[in-house]
C-alpha cells in the first residue's frame, strides 16, 4: 500500500478542519463538516491504487467498530 505524501495530509487536513469549522458557525450537523474531508480522502486512496470497493469496504467497518 502506497503512503500519502505530506501535502496530500496537509491538504486532507486542512479541508477537514475547515469543513467543521464551517459546520460549527453555520449549524449544521458534524457529518456535513467532515463530508468534504472524507470525499478527498477517497479521491486521495483512489489515486493511490485503492479500489473503491475496498475503501468503502474500510469505511464501514470503522463506522461499526467498537
Known amino acids: 500500500m502506497n503512503s500519502f505524501s505530506i501535502k496530500q495530509l ?3 487536513l486542512t479541508v ?12 449544521h450537523p ?3 463538516g467532515f463530508l468534504p474531508g472524507y470525499l478527498v480522502l477517497v479521491y486521495l486512496s483512489k489515486q493511490n491504487k485503492q479500489s473503491v470497493k475496498q475503501i468503502f469496504q474500510i ?3 470503522g463506522i461499526f467498530q467498537d
Open 30 to 32: 458534524l457529518v456535513i
Open 10 to 12: 496537509t491538504f486532507l
Open 16 to 27: 477537514t478542519i475547515t469543513g467543521v469549522i464551517f459546520s460549527v458557525i453555520f449549524h
Open 59 to 61: 469505511s464501514i467497518r
